[in-house]
Structures are given as structure tokens and as C-alpha cells.
């Protein structure tokens, strides 16, 4: 009798059964991504071939960059392989309705297998992962693009490689124009002191001091002198350079830089005063010889 009674309360007591149909949909509502059910889709070979042509056109040049290349690569060898995905789901989605369809007729049967592949819920699970590896490509990808536009900006704001001038060439050839020029505003004194670390002269009779700027275009610039001696040769050269070609010989990355420094040199141009404010480096002479004397040191 308690035997009997044991053996009930297992029965009670055991495992429901449970439901095939049930257990795989579960399968696929949480396996999509899973890597163990898309072996195909993770190798390393095909995930390597996709780096590789990434790796071609980003150029990337940290671990970062390198990071964010396998990261584009690795979706983007889920996303060449959603299409064929898809198909299947559809198949899988067309079969189960017809099994439960007793509907007759061909043409009823294959508004069934459509509608039934159309509203699997497999399928919408599969459009949101096809969106999510979208997403994560788009991500890595504009990352990637902010960091080698970050790596080109920091690289074009240096100076030249190979500068013409240097700045101390350029503050050297202003010293001794103003120089040879010089008139104190507040004394009229014809003497003047180069003051090479406060960039000036000094009046040697007030001693008021003015800058090695005054009086042409660069005056209350905080570009180099390097850059507007560059600009202005090119503008000087070419009336209808663009700004962004410019900007490219003053070794800069802010057209706007750019653009400012083009505008005044041209108005310059225009003025009656364009040997004072281009601080005569319009004439060709004064580069020969300012060329001559780098080319001698």
C-alpha cells in the first residue's frame, strides 16, 4: 500500500512534459544571438577576409582604430548572411501555416504560405537583429571616421614639413624693414630697438615700443608669422586660389582660418597701401632675397 502511494506521488511530483513546438521556438527567440547557432556566420576566416578589406580603406593606425575595424567586420559578417537567414525563416514560417491550414485550393493555399511566412514571429525577431549588427556597423564605422579625422586634423595643423621661412626668418624681415622705415608716432624718432623676445621695436628716444605687425594686414592676428607669409605669397600668385587649396599651403584645417587671412590680403591688394600692409611681400624681389639668405644659412 505505501509502496502504491510512492509511486503516485512521483507521477505527481515528475516533470511536466514538455512541448517540442514550445521548446524550439524558445530556441529561436533566444538563439539568434547566440554564436553557437550561427557557426557559419562567426568563423574566424570569413570575419578575417571582411577585416581585411576594412582594414584597406580606414588605414587604421591605433589599437583603437584596429578594434573598431574587427568590431564593423564581425556584424558585418552576420549582415551578409542575414538574407539567406531570412529565407529560411520565411520557408519555415510558409510550411507551419500550411500544416495547420485543411484549406483547398491552390490559389488559397499560397495566400496561406504568404501570410503565414509574413507574420512569423521569427521573422520580426530577425528584421530587429538584422537592425541591431545595422547599427552596430554604422557606429563603428562613424567612430573610425571621427578618429582619422581627428589624426588628419591634428596633422594638418602643424607647420610644413619643409618650411620656406621660419618664424624667426619671418619676425628677422619685418624687424629690419620697419627698421629702415621706422618713425615713431609719438616722438618722431627715426631710431628703433629690435626687441626680439616682446616681438617689437623700441623707439630709442621715448622708448614706446610697437609691434613687428603694425601697420600691415597681420596686425592683431594670432596666426604665425609663418602662415601669413605663406598665405600671402600664395594670394599674391594667385588672385583666385581657393580656400581650401590655401589652407592646405598655410598647413592649416579651419577653412575659416583660411578665408579671413585670404579676404584681407586681398583687400590689401586693393588698397593704395599694398606694399605697407603686405609688408612688401608682394614684390618679387624681397622673396629672391629672403629665399637667398635660407638658401646661404
Given amino acids: 500500500m505505501k509502496a502504491a502511494i510512492g509511486k503516485e506521488k512521483a507521477k505527481s511530483t515528475s516533470s511536466p512534459k514538455v512541448d517540442t513546438n514550445q521548446s524550439r521556438g524558445n530556441a529561436v527567440r533566444h538563439g539568434l544571438t547566440a554564436s553557437t547557432l550561427l557557426p557559419d556566420v562567426l568563423q574566424n576566416e570569413f570575419v578575417d577576409s571582411i577585416a581585411k578589406e576594412l582594414r584597406y580603406e580606414w588605414n587604421p593606425q591605433t589599437p583603437t582604430e584596429e578594434y573598431l575595424v574587427r568590431e564593423a567586420a564581425r556584424h558585418q559578417a552576420v549582415l551578409d548572411k542575414v538574407e539567406s537567414m531570412e529565407n529560411a525563416v520565411l520557408r519555415r514560417g510558409a510550411r507551419a501555416a ?38 552596430a556597423v554604422l557606429r563603428s564605422l562613424d567612430a573610425l571616421r571621427h578618429l582619422r579625422e581627428g589624426r ?83 594670394v599674391v600668385e594667385d588672385r583666385e586660389i581657393s580656400v581650401k587649396s590655401l589652407a592646405k599651403v598655410m598647413g592649416v584645417s579651419r577653412v575659416a582660418t583660411a578665408r579671413s587671412m585670404r579676404q584681407r590680403i586681398l583687400q590689401a591688394m586693393e588698397s593704395a597701401s599694398t606694399s605697407k600692409l603686405l609688408a612688401d611681400l608682394n614684390c618679387d624681389e624681397v622673396w629672391n632675397s629672403l629665399l637667398g639668405k635660407v638658401s646661404q644659412s
Wanted: with cysteine; proline share 2%.
Fill in 98 to 135: 500550411l500544416l495547420l491550414n485543411d484549406g483547398n485550393g491552390e490559389s488559397e493555399l499560397r495566400d496561406v504560405a504568404l501570410a503565414g511566412a509574413a507574420t512569423s514571429d521569427a521573422i520580426q525577431r530577425l528584421t530587429r537583429y538584422r537592425r541591431t549588427h545595422e547599427r
Fill in 152 to 234: 588628419m586634423a591634428a596633422s594638418d595643423d602643424r607647420p610644413p614639413q619643409d618650411p620656406v621661412l621660419s618664424e624667426s626668418d619671418c619676425e628677422t624681415w619685418l624687424a629690419q624693414r620697419l627698421q629702415t622705415q621706422f618713425q615713431c608716432r609719438k616722438c618722431d624718432g627715426r631710431a628703433a630697438t629690435h626687441l626680439a623676445n616682446a616681438k617689437a621695436l623700441q623707439c630709442r628716444s621715448c622708448r614706446t615700443q610697437f609691434g613687428l605687425r603694425s601697420g600691415t594686414v597681420m596686425a592683431g592676428s594670432k596666426a604665425s608669422l609663418q602662415m601669413w607669409f605663406c598665405a600671402i605669397r600664395a
